[in-house]
């Protein structure tokens, strides 16, 4: 039900655009985590979808920003300023209902496939 794009292999201090297709429209949080080889998974962004709050992991602050397109049930992920620890593979994921705990990733039912971003020094 979710489809990630968008990464790539980038310079650090460049940007990228992850997107998000949802094909389910009754989804009401969306969130990107993140998975570098060796480590857990980590909780990048969320996005509430009735009113538009996102929240930010504090690593990513500042230089990612999440959005969306309703029309196309898409979330997006822009990363600026990226620097070689944002290396991971990128994973988006929703659920029907939203958490409080947004940040754990056992809490969400559904996952894209994950996309690569590589940022090289």
């Known amino acids: 039900q979710l489809q990630a794009s968008g990464g790539g292999l980038v310079q650090a201090g460049g940007s990228l655009r992850l997107s998000c297709a949802a094909s389910?429209?009754?989804?009401?949080?969306m969130v990107w985590f993140r998975q570098a080889p060796g480590k857990e998974r980590e909780f990048v962004g969320a996005l509430r979808r009735n009113n538009g709050a996102t929240y930010y992991a504090d690593s990513v602050k500042g230089r990612f920003t999440i959005s969306r397109d309703n029309a196309k049930n898409t979330m997006y992920l822009q990363m600026n300023s990226l620097k070689p620890e944002d290396t991971a593979v990128y994973y988006c994921?929703?659920?029907?209902?939203?958490?409080?705990?947004?940040?754990?990733?056992?809490?969400?039912?559904?996952w894209g496939q994950g996309t690569q971003v590589t940022v090289s020094s």
């Open positions: 994921a929703a659920r029907i209902n939203w958490h409080v705990h947004y940040w754990t990733a056992s809490n969400y039912d559904y």
């Open positions: 389910a429209r009754t989804i009401s949080v």
